[in-house]
């Protein structure tokens, strides 16, 4: 059974940084894609990051530049550095795991920027 579990979400104030961590259990974790979604209050989920296994990266245009995701396959943990936070960064952040047809999700970190 493949788990997901986030952690790192918080209240930060605008412009400061926060690290979220998704560790990975029940899968082969190099095999899969593995991103960062998030849902604000109202809206619909979107992606924010993801990153293949070999580590070729993709970026929503309003993270570009701020946001940095990255993976450690022998410690099958994916992370999401954000620095430059804004009040529109404020969001549920959920860790997936794709490969083919199927998907996985974690469980979801929240993070505020408010000050």
């Known amino acids: 059974q493949v788990q997901l579990v986030e952690s790192g979400g918080g209240l930060v104030q605008p412009g400061g940084s926060l690290r979220l961590s998704c560790a990975a259990s029940?899968?082969?974790?190099?095999?899969?894609?593995m991103g960062w979604y998030r849902q604000a209050p109202g809206k619909q989920r979107e992606l924010v990051a993801r990153?293949?296994?070999?580590?070729?990266?993709a970026y929503a245009d309003s993270v570009k530049g701020r946001f940095t995701i990255s993976r450690d396959n022998a410690q099958n943990t994916v992370y999401l550095q954000m620095n430059s936070l804004k009040p529109e960064d404020t969001a549920v952040y959920y860790c997936?795991?794709?490969?083919?047809?199927?998907?996985?999700w974690g469980q979801g970190t929240q993070v505020t920027v408010s000050s």
């Open positions: 029940g899968l082969v974790f190099g095999t899969y894609v």
């Open positions: 997936n795991a794709a490969k083919m047809a199927y998907n996985a």
């Open positions: 990153i293949t296994s070999v580590g070729w990266t």
